[in-house]
């Protein structure tokens, strides 16, 4: 069966959330794509010092702002798929 990696990137600002999917044809895509969108995020974010990262893995990156994440977060992770039809 033939494999999609998947990027979802995720957010809440000011509890006005979006989503943003994004399909790749191999690991190395999605992986590049996500590294770049943590390196940003991190960038845009963490260095006003109201931000915190919650979560950096491998595959999954989720920051917050502190003590308020359910308010304010940006979260992203690559997941592999089975195209079906």
């Known amino acids: 069966m ?4 998947v990027l979802i990137d995720e957010g809440c600002f000011d509890y006005e959330g979006s989503t943003d999917v994004r399909v790749y044809e ?3 895509n999605a992986k590049e794509d996500f590294e770049d969108s943590r390196e940003q995020l991190i960038a845009d974010w963490i260095d006003d010092g109201s ?7 491998e595959d999954y990156f989720s920051i917050g702002e502190d003590g308020y994440y ?5 979260s992203l992770m690559v ?4 195209i079906l039809y």
């Open 70 to 74: 359910a308010h304010s977060h940006a």
């Open 26 to 28: 191999n690991y190395k």
């Open 51 to 57: 931000w915190v990262i919650d979560e950096d893995d």
């Open 79 to 82: 997941v592999e798929k089975d």
């Open 2 to 5: 033939k494999k999609v990696y």
